[in-house]
Antibody, heavy 120, light 111 residues
Framework: QVQLVQSGSELKKPGASVKVSCKAS????????INWVRQAPGQGLERMGW????????TYAPGFTGRFVFSLDTSVSTAFLQINSLKPEDTAVYYC?????????????WGQGTLVTVSS | QSVLTQPPSVSGAPGQRVTISCTGS?????????VHWYQQLPGTAPKLLIY???NRPSGVPDRFSASKSGASASLAITGLQAEDEADYYC???????????FGGGTKLTVL
């Protein structure tokens, strides 16, 4: 069965970096896009962008350019989200989600989420 | 501010029928793009509830249905149950944002 398992919660200081992992299993990793979604405390879902798991090419949604980096390690079927120069407003749960297709269409399977807390 | 507008909250008694609207524009639903719905139970990750306008993934009860008309879509839940209490999100591709955007979400309370 398809599973996406994300890394554990992180507590970081402002200005630091964090790298969240999303390990996929149960399907051919390079056949489906991986999307990233942010959910700030008490807020709705925000699409951050996606990464083409075949080419490694990332696409960032408006508002998520510059400090956010999507990457892959296809040898271990894992996608990564790195956030640099962390700010308190980056405090959120971050989800990876496998798409139905090789480009974003709908988010068929979700990871359990990773809470990133940014606080001094 | 999302390009897809949902009511912040809806409520209903057990056994009743509730609907959740998702209003878009000519840059998304109105241009014929498909609508998908997600359910997020408290403290858990979102789950795909309806895909491609009105299709249920395996395991989703047929109490959940959805429709699309013009630039809007709606999710209907019949025979409301306590376990349906959750946040619900619609999603559709938006040409101005070049991606599948989420609605703001609707909190369903079962009275």
């Amino acid at each position: 069965q398809v599973q996406l398992v994300q890394s554990g919660s992180e507590l970081k200081k402002p200005g630091a970096s964090v790298k969240v992992s999303c390990k996929a299993s149960g399907y051919t990793f390079t056949n489906y896009a991986i999307n990233w979604v942010r959910q700030a405390p008490g807020q709705g879902l925000e699409r951050m962008g996606w990464i083409n798991t075949n080419t490694g090419n990332p696409t960032y949604a408006p508002g998520f350019t510059g400090r956010f980096v999507f990457s892959l390690d296809t040898s271990v079927s894992t996608a990564f989200l790195q956030i640099n120069s962390l700010k308190p407003e980056d405090t959120a749960v971050y989800y990876c989600a496998r798409d139905f297709a090789s480009v974003p269409y709908y988010f068929e399977y979700w990871g359990q989420g990773t809470l990133v807390t940014v606080s001094s | 501010q999302s390009v897809l507008t949902q009511p912040p909250s809806v409520s209903g008694a057990p056994g009743q029928r509730v609907t959740i609207s998702c209003t878009g524009s000519n840059s998304n639903i109105g241009s014929g793009y498909d609508v998908h719905w997600y359910q997020q139970l408290p403290g858990t990750a979102p789950k795909l509830l309806i895909y491609t306008n009105n299709n249920r993934p395996s395991g989703v009860p047929d109490r959940f249905s959805a429709s699309k008309s013009g630039a809007s879509a709606s999710l209907a839940i019949t025979g409301l149950q306590a376990e349906d209490e959750a946040d619900y999100y619609c999603q559709s591709y938006d040409t101005s944002l070049t991606g599948p955007e989420f609605g703001g979400g609707t909190k369903l309370t079962v009275l």
